[in-house]
């Protein structure tokens, strides 16, 4: 594609809940400017955007897709998100690299909760918002009553410029606001019509209209009050201001499958979107640490932000850059302001779905990529080596459903950590971590069908095959009750013997590792043998008496003892304190206990005595409700860790999909005796 300056760049990220018709709008609004040849059809794995081999298997956007396109003389670089909640990810990627956010909402199924959670991202990060009504189409489609739910859960910033007139059930035309005149499509094909007779809904919708566009503007604000009638460029103007600022989100409608409405959408996104120019510069930190305004031009110092990492094992690292400011050229110097280096400069491309076109120079407010750039990761700031400035950190969502990993082949458990490092560039919500503890290799997603993907990548791109199975919970061992015992190892094999004898009092403290004193008067035992009787234990607490778990909350103290001044050794003294450990622990009231965690879950208010009834099933603690704003609620508990495996799954289900959660690890408390009897069944099977 030719350069385009960042006045004529729009970067739109295509956002909304599954199903609702983002990729096969995406194949539409390529094949309406030329850029693909055929519709495809994401039923038959033809899409642009999803080319990848699990979204063509599963059917679903699982990654967001860069498709640039141009209309007229603009600019549309389109980024086609994930619509599942288990590939939020790619929803933000999208988002962060975009001034704008097209949200599509289905005729038929209307605001769903991917719409919200589309719209939440959206107004968070800023962005302009414009609605499309898909699937006009189909039977049972109803653009009005979708309206009245979008202005019901958004407010009154949304405004319609485009609806249909209905007859018989089916659309008989588009009815433009802003032109007002209405438009009939046949195979595609658009041509003027006769204005029908809607009653008093249109007066009140061009009404509406021209009330949200006053506000925008002090001089059409007093106009729109004396009465006189706004020019087709003051209603541009308006619009523009409007969706720029926030306080106007247009709605649109049509078919991507019958092509209605894709030329008046496009249209639109050149005519109502704000430009990079206008909305792509940020505030960055410079070294100092002080804010610096970052202007989107190509004149101004180089300023990269990397939003998009694809790892290949073949291909190598694709980088997907927005380049805030400044322009790059083949020699361009790009420091790393993470790694403090100079990245050396791959190959330059501009990619379409998988399709990639080689280019001399990105320009400010482009969105290109980038070829094996060694140290570059998502998140990144790259600059000029003398204007080193920083974006603030990008936020991603927190992946909360673990699964310990298994190589299905003993020589791939080496490649499994090296293969997950990769992924994890490619994909910031997935954590990958050895537990030293449980001695299991733990990956944590989003979901069922995000961990899914994982394992199929891992074979796919990798070689290594795994199988997921439940993660281990790190329980410990204590004791509850002071006990006072003799550890006395004495052997005798020809020669020198063997001789150690302690007297130790063990007794519970609050610490997370072994607490060792000695109280031993008149040399009983020598103080030379003191490490040793201390090693003997501090090998012992790794593995306690009940069910093998790692014992806290123990102090030993040594009291008294005997020695040979021949047979006594290191050795001996070290095994006389682990036969005491032995002794002492079945005396002194063992007990098991399980790591509990602070749980803080924000739900709609209308859920909150389903997850209370919930948490109640899984032994936790409510400590307290909060409001958190928009008519939700934050309930904070302590949890049992080991009761949480399924929470993610049970918390979307409950609500739809609107909760949310953060649990942290807080504390080990002991386990109900009643449950004991399990978790040592289940640590003998562990231990076979």
Request: proline letters at 5%; one cysteine or more; aromatic letters at 8%.
């Amino acid at each position: 594609m030719k350069q385009y300056l960042a006045g004529k760049i729009r970067n739109v990220a295509l956002a909304g809940h599954s199903s609702s018709g983002k990729t096969t709008l995406a194949e539409a609004l390529l094949y309406k400017t030329g850029y693909s040849d055929r519709l495809g059809k994401v039923a038959d794995g033809n899409t642009v955007c999803d080319f990848d081999p699990e979204e063509i298997k599963r059917k679903v956007s699982v990654s967001s897709t860069v498709a640039p396109f141009a209309w007229g003389s603009t600019k549309i670089n389109l980024i086609d998100t994930p619509g599942l909640f288990d590939f939020e990810g790619g929803m933000y990627e999208g988002m962060i690299a975009a001034e704008s956010a097209l949200i599509t909402v289905s005729a038929r199924d209307g605001v769903e909760v991917g719409t919200e959670k589309a719209y939440e991202l959206a107004d968070r990060l800023g962005r302009a918002k414009m609605f499309f009504v898909t699937q006009m189409d189909m039977d049972h489609a109803d653009f009005y009553k979708v309206l009245e739910q979008l202005k019901s859960e958004f407010g009154p910033s949304v405004c319609p410029l485009v609806v249909p007139f209905m007859k018989d059930g089916k659309v008989d035309c588009y009815i433009n606001l802003i032109d007002n005149k209405a438009y009939r499509y046949e195979n595609g094909v658009i041509a003027e019509a006769e204005m029908p007779d809607t009653g008093h809904r249109l007066e009140g919708l061009i009404a509406a209209m021209s009330e949200a566009i006053a506000e925008t503007d002090e001089g059409l604000f007093e106009k729109f009050f004396s009465g006189e009638q706004f020019t087709r460029d003051e209603i541009l103007h308006g619009i523009h201001q409007g969706v720029k600022s926030g306080s106007i989100a247009p709605v649109f409608c049509g078919s991507a499958v019958t092509m209605d409405g894709i030329d008046m959408l496009l249209d639109a996104m050149v005519d109502h979107l704000p430009s990079a120019y206008e909305s792509a510069g940020l505030v960055a930190e410079n070294e100092a640490g002080d804010p610096v305004d970052v202007p989107c031009t190509d004149e101004a110092p180089l300023a990269v932000l990397v939003f998009k990492t694809v790892a290949d094992p073949f291909v190598g690292k694709l980088s997907y850059v927005k380049v805030v400011s400044g322009k790059i050229t083949a020699d361009t110097e790009l420091y790393n302001m993470r790694t403090g280096n100079v990245e050396r400069l791959g190959k330059m491309l501009h990619t379409r779905g998988k399709k990639q076109e080689e280019t001399t120079v990105i320009s400010a407010g482009d969105i290109g990529a980038i070829t094996k750039l060694p140290e570059a990761v998502t998140g990144d700031t790259l600059c000029d080596p003398a204007y080193k400035v920083k974006f603030a950190e990008l936020v991603f969502p927190k992946p909360t459903l673990s699964m310990a990993v298994v190589a299905k082949n003993k020589a791939d458990e080496g490649k499994v950590a090296q293969s997950m490092q990769r992924l994890m560039e490619e994909d910031p919500t997935i954590r990958f971590e050895q537990n030293k503890e449980t001695r299991q290799q733990v990956l944590t997603g989003l979901g069922d069908q995000h961990l899914d993907v994982i394992v199929s990548k891992l074979a796919n791109k990798f070689g290594v095959e795994i199988s997921l199975e439940k993660a281990k919970v790190p329980y410990r061992e204590t004791i509850q009750k002071k006990v006072k015992v003799q550890g006395r190892h004495k052997k005798q094999s020809g020669g020198h013997g063997q001789f150690g004898d302690v007297w130790i009092e063990f007794e519970p403290c609050d610490s997370e590792t072994l607490v060792f004193e000695e109280n031993v008067f008149g040399g009983a035992v020598p103080k030379n043998y003191f490490p040793a009787v201390e090693k003997g234990l501090q090998e012992c607490v790794q593995k306690g008496v009940l069910a093998g778990y790692p014992v806290v909350g123990l102090k030993a103290t040594l009291v008294d003892g005997s020695y040979h001044p021949v047979d006594s050794s290191e050795m001996a003294f070290k095994t006389a304190a682990s036969i005491a450990y032995k002794t002492a622990l079945p005396q002194a009231s063992p007990a098991i206990l399980e790591p509990i965690g602070n749980l803080k879950v924000t739900v709609p208010d209308s859920y909150t005595g389903d997850i209370m009834g919930d948490l109640n099933k899984r032994r936790g603690r409510v400590l307290g409700m909060e409001p958190a704003g928009k008519g939700l609620t934050t309930i904070e508990s302590d949890v049992p860790m080991s009761e949480m495996g399924d929470f993610t799954t049970v918390l979307r289900s409950i609500t739809q999909g609107r909760g949310s959660f953060t649990l942290d690890f807080a504390r080990y408390e002991l386990l109900p005796k009643q449950l004991e009897e399990k978790v040592i069944a289940e640590a003998g099977k562990q231990a076979e």
